[in-house]
């Protein structure tokens, strides 16, 4: 998940600003025209006579424009803008605030509130520590650089799968400048200093992986659900937890082998062994001691949450869909809850020190801004298509789209959320692209699963810039990644991502149907 900064590690080595002065003077310039174009956009489009749409519609569609500006410029904090324009659908009669506000209690926000849940418990307990250690410090990585960078990488991803991109981030990022610290200072003798390309290797191999680990499943990262939540309100379509696997599972796979390939070429260690390096990692393994009660229990939550996330799957693969097993189990136990069960056995299974394995202080502290932001524009995605906006958007940009038929518009589909994502929010634009493109698949008459999947996973790329996520940030400001080295091999992977996603969605989609 992306819009928020967690406390980061300590890290071993001096941090610089995560953005140049120029850059900061751009963002404040960005934020500032957002407050100012955002009412002028709103008036002139509310007073603007556009025919073919009835009055909500019209309404709506000066609501929403605001709410665009005001997401990419990010010139409010985004939650505040996702309930803001809610609040405007209200004031302004687009519908009664029954309707406008039942997406708050969506299903999928429980999903949200109970996964967020686990994972602030895995991060309070250090699962997610014991976890990487007990992966980089395996005898078949050997100290050699290309492994620790696969290892390092993998670890990565697979923590990002189940808990937020931005936290993984943090957390591998302090364990990455540790052992890079230790590599940098190891020059001298017959143990030379490694290539500093590697550190920017390494560096950006945890913000890639984080970003692409969350595809993995549907709670990875919040465009995910948020896409899932469009197509289930919009097209009346439910993508089950085991049907998203089934495809991001082998959309990280080829991702992160082709991330892998091409640092581990541009990005040589020079050095055969990491010397001092593995030491430290073995060190710090060791130092976590034996398991605690708490990590047991955090442990044993998450494992009931999984299984009853993926086992209707397994009996929709075994049995059917319309075995008797598969439509009890999914009726009784939905994805929001299983999450919720195993949130609240951390409420009852003991942690440390004789408290619970997570109080109420502590899941309190989860990022309650993300669960607004979903809400809001999933409110505004759904309130398009009720007014007939959605409808009139669809018919007007099928004739300016060159790319027609189910596979062009899955593949427009894709370079339009990647090119939105590097200049805001992955969230902002799932919740911009999505019913954008459902619109205007209905609008062509094609099938709208398809490009809407290819929309929400592509809304998580976005590597080129520091700005592009969180996780670009925090290892930007390591110091080992030059901005134009970034630059280049973020739009190496959005390329490969492009062709990754195409290519996977509409070979697999229709298989999950």
Not at 49 to 59: D, F, N, Q, S, V
Not at 233 to 242: A, N, P, S
Not at 260 to 284: C, D
């Amino acid at each position: 998940m992306t819009d928020t900064f967690p406390s980061q590690p300590t890290p071993a080595a001096p941090i610089r600003h995560v953005l140049t002065e120029r850059e900061e003077r751009f963002e404040r310039i960005r934020g500032r025209a957002g407050l100012v174009l955002a009412p002028i956009v709103f008036t002139a489009l509310l007073l603007a006579p556009l025919g073919g749409m009835k009055p909500e519609a019209h309404r709506l569609a000066a609501v929403m424009a605001a709410v665009v500006l005001l997401w990419i410029t990010e010139a409010l904090p985004m939650p505040a803008t996702a309930l803001l324009g809610a609040a405007a659908a209200v004031v302004l009669r687009v519908a009664p605030a029954k309707e406008v506000f039942a997406p708050f209690a969506d299903p999928l926000i429980f999903l949200f509130i109970g996964s967020f849940i686990i994972a602030r418990a895995i991060f309070l307990h250090g699962l997610d520590r014991r976890m990487a250690y007990g992966v980089l410090a395996m005898r078949w990585i050997g100290g050699r650089p290309s492994r620790v960078l696969l290892a390092f990488g993998a670890v990565t991803a697979t923590l990002s799968a189940w808990m937020s991109n931005t936290a993984t981030t943090a957390m591998m990022f302090g364990i990455g400048m540790s052992i890079l610290s230790v590599m940098m200072a190891a020059g001298g003798g017959d143990r030379p200093a490694i290539d500093p390309r590697y550190a920017t290797g390494l560096m950006l191999m945890t913000s890639f992986a984080a970003s692409i680990g969350g595809l993995a499943t549907p709670v990875g990262t919040p465009p995910n659900v948020i896409g899932i939540g469009f197509i289930r309100g919009l097209l009346k379509e439910e993508v089950t937890f085991f049907e998203w696997m089934a495809i991001g599972v082998p959309v990280v796979v080829l991702l992160f082998i082709c991330l892998y390939l091409y640092l581990n070429a541009l990005s040589p260690a020079g050095v055969r062994t990491l010397g001092a390096g593995t030491e430290v990692i073995r060190r710090a393994r060791d130092g976590l001691g034996p398991w605690s009660r708490g990590q047991k229990s955090v442990a044993i939550a998450f494992g009931v949450t999984a299984l009853l996330w993926i086992t209707p799957g397994l009996f929709a693969l075994t049995l059917g869909e319309d075995s008797a097993l598969y439509r009890e189990m999914s009726a009784r136990i939905p994805e929001s809850a299983a999450a919720l069960i195993g949130a609240l056995l951390l409420f009852f299974l003991p942690g440390d020190e004789g408290k619970r394995a997570i109080t109420w202080e502590e899941a309190a502290q989860i990022d309650w801004g993300v669960i607004l932001l979903y809400g809001g524009g999933f409110a505004l995605g759904v309130l398009s298509f009720q007014t007939g906006l959605a409808e009139a958007v669809g018919r007007g940009l099928t004739g300016i789209i060159p790319l027609h038929g189910e596979f062009g518009l899955l593949v427009a589909s894709v370079i339009v959320a990647v090119l939105v994502s590097e200049t805001t929010s992955n969230t902002a634009s799932a919740n911009m692209v999505v019913p954008v493109v459902i619109s205007i698949a209905v609008a062509q008459g094609v099938d709208p699963l398809v490009p809407a999947l290819g929309a929400t996973m592509a809304a998580s790329l976005g590597f080129m810039l520091p700005v592009s996520t969180p996780c670009n940030a925090i290892v930007y400001g390591s110091g080992y990644v030059p901005l134009m080295r970034m630059v280049r091999y973020g739009i190496i992977l959005d390329v490969i991502g492009v062709f990754v996603i195409t290519g996977a969605v509409w070979l697999l989609a229709p298989l999950i149907r």
